[in-house]
């Protein structure tokens, strides 16, 4: 059992920068990645980042590459998700999840294989 809790979205103006956090309690020793995911109103949830949880390896979707930046801390239990140049599209719920299976590369960027999901955290762009 592992529980999320996402905070830190918020409304930013296009260009700004904006840092969401996902904090996990519960079985976190069990935890292989950690990701990020958004989804926006009558769209589908998309997949924006993972890490792994031991190596610190990462990986992005193209569209936020260059410009979004997943990080974690183990002692904290803490993902974070470090935006910036935000666009008018990324105006999204951001979602964390938690995955137990092993993945490699674009793998690790499936939902399907995640095991926990947080409540979500609101990040609104405007123009």
């Known amino acids: 059992q592992v529980q999320l809790v996402e905070s830190g979205g918020g409304l930013v103006q296009a260009g700004g920068s904006l840092i969401v956090s996902c904090a996990a309690s519960?079985?976190?020793?069990?935890?292989?990645?950690m990701g990020w995911f958004r989804q926006a109103p009558g769209m589908e949830r998309e997949f924006v980042a993972a890490v792994k949880w031991s190596g610190g390896l990462t990986y992005y979707t193209d569209s936020v590459a260059g410009r979004f930046t997943i990080s974690r801390d183990n002692a904290k239990n803490t993902v974070y998700l470090q935006m910036n140049s935000l666009k008018p599209d990324d105006t999204a719920v951001y979602y964390c999840a938690t995955r137990w299976k092993f993945c490699s590369g674009s793998a690790c960027g499936d939902a399907s294989t995640y095991d926990y999901w947080g409540q979500g955290t609101q990040v609104t762009v405007s123009s």
């Open positions: 519960g079985r976190t020793l069990s935890i292989y990645a």
